[in-house]
């Protein structure tokens, strides 16, 4: 069956500019995840949306970081006025539900990634 | 410091060598989950486990809990281990908090 696909798999931008980033989850996964990997760095985390609603957005570094899932499945990042460090790999993963007992309640699954560069 | 933390930063063996990798974390988990990495960026979910020990393969993965940590251990290694491993921990919420990873390379 098909992962988690991302697109675009790269997107060189210009400072100043807004770019949407879109993750589709796994079918059926209820959790979507966005986190962000700088060079040489462990990815650090964005967001997390359960369903339509966003569980936890305590990673969004700043206001002009948005993110959507408004039918709770494909879901769209978005940058405002991008900086250039902004320039990562933006990473996006789904579970199956994280909520429910079990022991593989919250194994993630990653997409390949969107390399962003902001000029 | 950071709440999750990896050791080696850098690895180089030879082929069949055995290797070790560890993670200590100082925060609370729900499971603590071992991810691959190669180039280009694809990240691979290796184990998640909450107690006790893994094996799949030649990989097999620990973790005690009262001591806060972890490690990944590699039998009879290859060159197409050569990628980046990465300890991450699982909170309540869901989300992970990731090492900055160890950069594994296998020589023939």
């Known amino acids: 069956g098909a992962g988690v696909s991302q697109t675009p798999s790269n997107k060189v931008t210009e400072k100043g500019k807004y770019v949407e980033l879109r993750c589709d989850p796994i079918s059926g996964h209820t959790a979507l995840y966005w986190y962000r990997q700088s060079l040489g760095q462990g990815p650090e985390f964005l967001i997390y949306f359960q369903g339509t609603g966003a569980a936890d957005d305590s990673g969004l570094p700043n206001d002009r970081f948005f993110a959507v899932r408004p039918e709770g499945s494909v879901s769209t990042l978005k940058i405002q006025r991008t900086e250039r460090g902004d320039s990562a790999v933006y990473l996006c993963?789904?579970?199956?539900?994280?909520?429910?007992?079990?022991?593989?309640?919250?194994?993630?699954?990653f997409g390949p990634g969107t390399r962003l560069t902001v000029l | 410091k950071n709440e999750v933390e990896q050791s080696p930063q850098n690895l180089t063996a030879q082929e069949g060598e055995f290797i070790t990798i560890n993670c200590s974390y100082s925060v609370g988990i729900s499971a603590l989950h071992w991810l691959q990495q190669h180039p280009g960026g694809g990240i691979v979910s290796l184990f998640m486990?909450?107690?006790g020990k893994k094996k799949h393969g030649r990989l097999i993965a620990t973790i005690n809990i009262q001591e806060k940590h972890s490690s990944l251990h590699i039998t009879a290694s290859h060159p197409r281990d050569s990628a980046v491993y990465i300890c991450?921990?699982?909170?309540?919420?869901?989300?992970?908090?990731f090492g900055k990873g160890t950069k594994l390379s296998v020589k023939p």
């Open positions: 991450a921990v699982g909170g309540s919420q869901g989300n992970l908090i």
């Open positions: 993963a789904s579970s199956l539900n994280p909520t429910l007992a079990g022991a593989f309640r919250n194994e993630q699954f």
């Open positions: 486990l909450s107690s």
